[in-house]
């Protein structure tokens, strides 16, 4: 079956520190990959999407490469701010179903 | 403004009581699915619909039922046989078929706790 595995929070940082939330996952045939955020209270948006293997998705700062070769969708980016602080899903669609990982806390403090 | 709206944003039962948790979108989107989101948990899917007077069990279905009797809406009933029913629930949507991209439109959720 297919799967997605991140990396467990919370994380914490300072602002303008680098930020890597690690995603891995398992799939049957050929899955599109994407990021999902959500803030306090709120529903999930689309962050970033990558659909076939060495595209690079990005946003808002925030960039993800999908390698197939280690099956990985690495969130990163350069300077987070304070406003960045959510919690941030890893999922895969393969035939119109996704597959969410179980989220990472992103906490940024001043 | 094209979207998904979910009411009512914060809803309390008591025990033994049903309570519908209304999705409504104008996104024109063909699918539409119900989550459930527990801290810790990520989010488990409870019913998805890909077209209207249809729909499927998710992965955890016991205890909640759904209808698509128009294309717009899915509602979402959280009964009485729901053990643990407390949770926060997002409903969303997307295009089926062809035009299909994987990704999901979110409502803003809703917050259910039973006292």
């Known amino acids: 079956g297919n799967s997605v595995t991140q990396m467990e929070g919370p994380v914490t940082l300072s602002e303008e520190a680098f930020l890597t939330i690690n995603c891995t996952y398992t799939?049957?045939?050929?899955?599109?990959l994407f990021w999902y955020v959500q803030y306090p209270g709120e529903g999930l948006q689309l962050l970033l999407k990558?659909?076939?293997?060495?595209d690079k998705g990005s946003n808002k700062g925030f960039e993800a490469t999908y390698r197939k070769e280690t099956t990985s969708f690495h969130l990163e980016k350069g300077s987070v701010q304070v406003s960045d602080s959510a919690v941030y899903f890893c999922?895969?669609?393969?035939?119109?179903?996704?597959?969410f990982g179980k989220g990472t806390m992103l906490l940024v403090s001043p | 403004d094209g979207g998904i709206t979910q009411s009512p944003k914060y809803l309390f039962r008591k025990e033994g009581q049903n309570v519908t948790l209304s999705c409504e979108q104008n996104?024109?989107?063909?699918?539409m699915y119900w989550y459930r989101q527990d801290p810790g948990q990520g989010l488990r899917l409870i019913y998805y619909?890909?077209?209207?007077?249809?729909?499927q069990k998710g992965d955890i279905a016991e205890g909640y039922s759904v209808s698509r009797e128009k294309k717009e809406s899915f509602p979402l009933t959280v009964t009485s046989a729901q053990k643990n029913p407390t949770a926060f629930y997002l409903c969303?949507?997307?295009?089926?078929?062809?035009?299909?991209?994987?990704?999901?439109?979110f409502g803003e959720g809703s917050r259910l706790t039973v006292l």
């Open positions: 999922a895969l669609s393969v035939r119109s179903t996704l597959t």
């Open positions: 996104l024109n989107h063909d699918a």
């Open positions: 619909s890909q077209i209207v007077n249809d729909f």
């Open positions: 990558a659909t076939k293997a060495d």
């Open positions: 969303a949507s997307t295009i089926a078929g062809a035009g299909n991209t994987g990704e999901l439109f």
């Open positions: 799939a049957t045939g050929y899955p599109s």
